[in-house]
């Protein structure tokens, strides 16, 4: 969308097409002058073109006919017909027909020039929402949300109560937790799922482009801007759009957005024209906002407007028993997508998996599980396939004791019991109370774990 449009011209009057040719070269389009209909066939059966210019009578293939095998194959191209014989019939067929607009000659530029401008428009909104529309809704469905984790649950119910509202959302987590797929989820679970979901991530765009990205301008508004361009409000409207990494936005934006959400409204940068907004608005940070409202680098009146439901989600170290789960999930994926056969995971790779710390979250497992399937040679995935860090610490022989067995003999039970104790306090010290990451390095599940703290009487 940041191309400029490819414009097809159809005149088979020389001075004609090439007049309108640079007239539209100098507005910023990139245009295919050509004399004929069949000429025209032949580019549109190899490239993309944004908008078609032709004249309605033409020797051979007609304009009207280019115009149906436009509209028969889909294309998005918008069609304005140019005649010399203006008509009621002719303009009511060609509109019939799906042309977009039609002019009369002798061409006024300046009406040629609003036409082209609104159709540009017009394609940039429907290529737009045929991509998003083609995104697999099933990819986002609750059951791909992985989890039965007791940190996960409270997720799952808080998404299904705020399913039907258009309530805006701001999704918490550390980074690779999953924030883009609750929104999504959100979005294609609920009311608006037949609408635009419109993704931004506000760290990664300069902040001098970031609020032309969002709201749009006109053309002239600044150096480069050769077209009006609708922003990603605009092509959200009446669905959700998911501002990632809401706390990197500059302070000038961050007003203008309370404005938008406030007003639901907006003015393209540039323009005076308010444009009226149907949006549901979720965000998502992993940062501190309170934090940065109190260092003065967030607006709190914005946080406040955008904090109405919070969803907390947690990091995978606090879901180890959702490990397995997520582990087997990305294997099936991944050898789909690589059209290889199902593999597994020895339990000494998954207690590797259960081990390790996950600072990037899901996200990093499932690019782990990828680089496992890539380069595992047979069909079943060890420790040796894992990357150093995880797999890389080979299970150890159980400690050898240096206790003697007294001669007098010893209570064997109440010294197990002793040892036993002891080494789950070291557990739970060194995984910092998380009963899961302690049960995984003694090598037990969490639920014995649980019931040998319980006969202890440890807390």
Avoid at 6 to 26: A, C, K, Y
Avoid at 209 to 231: M, N, P, Q, W, Y
Avoid at 299 to 320: C, G, S, T, W
């Amino acid at each position: 969308m940041n191309q400029p449009a490819h414009i097809l011209l159809v005149d088979d009057e020389p001075g004609s097409r090439n007049g309108l040719s640079l007239l539209l070269q100098r507005e910023g389009y990139r245009v295919a002058a050509l004399d004929s209909g069949e000429a025209a066939l032949e580019l549109l059966n190899k490239e993309q073109v944004d908008v078609m210019i032709t004249d309605l009578f033409l020797p051979g293939v007609s304009g009207i006919e280019l115009l149906k095998w436009v509209k028969e194959r889909s294309l998005p191209c918008s069609v304005i017909l140019i005649t010399g014989h203006a008509s009621a019939e002719t303009a009511v067929e060609a509109m019939k027909e799906g042309a977009f607009d039609y002019i009369t000659k002798p061409i006024n530029f300046e009406k040629l020039k609003v036409l082209v401008a609104k159709a540009v428009e017009k394609g940039q909104l429907v290529a737009e929402n045929l991509y998003l529309r083609a995104q697999l809704r099933g990819k986002y469905k609750f059951d791909n949300i992985i989890g039965n984790s007791p940190a996960i649950q409270p997720v799952f119910t808080r998404i299904e109560k705020i399913l039907h509202t258009d309530s805006t959302i701001l999704v918490l987590g550390e980074s690779g937790t999953g924030k883009e797929l609750v929104a999504r989820a959100i979005h294609f679970n609920g009311n608006r799922k037949d609408k635009p979901f419109v993704a931004i991530n506000c760290g990664a765009i300069p902040a001098e482009l970031l609020e032309s990205e969002l709201f749009g301008h006109v053309r002239g508004s600044f150096t480069g801007a050769v077209a009006d361009k609708i922003g990603k409000f605009e092509l959200a409207n009446q669905g959700t759009i998911f501002l990632d990494e809401i706390g990197t936005m500059p302070m000038h934006l961050q007003m203008k957005l309370l404005r938008v959400l406030q007003e639901s409204e907006l003015e393209r940068v540039g323009g005076t024209k308010r444009v009226k907004l149907n949006v549901r608005v979720i965000s998502a940070t992993n940062a501190d906002l309170e934090q940065l409202v109190d260092q003065g680098r967030f607006r709190e009146d914005l946080f406040y407007r955008l904090n109405v439901i919070p969803i907390q989600l947690p990091p995978l170290r606090d879901r180890i028993e959702d490990i397995p789960l997520l582990a087997k999930f990305f294997l099936r994926k991944v050898c789909e997508t690589m059209k290889r056969p199902i593999m597994s995971l020895t339990p000494r790779a998954l207690r590797a998996l259960e081990a390790y710390q996950w600072p990037g979250n899901v996200r990093e497992m499932e690019n782990v599980i990828e680089r496992a399937v890539a380069l595992a040679d047979g069909e079943v995935i060890d420790c040796a396939d894992l990357p150093e860090k995880i797999g890389g610490h080979q299970e150890q022989e159980p400690p050898v004791s240096s206790i003697n067995l007294p001669e007098n003999g010893l209570d064997l039970p109440a010294t197990l019991a002793v040892f036993e104790q002891t080494l789950i306090t070291q557990a739970l010290d060194r995984s910092a109370g998380v009963k899961a990451r302690a049960a995984t390095l003694l090598g037990i599940n969490r639920t014995t774990l649980v019931e040998k703290m319980k006969r202890y009487d440890m807390k």
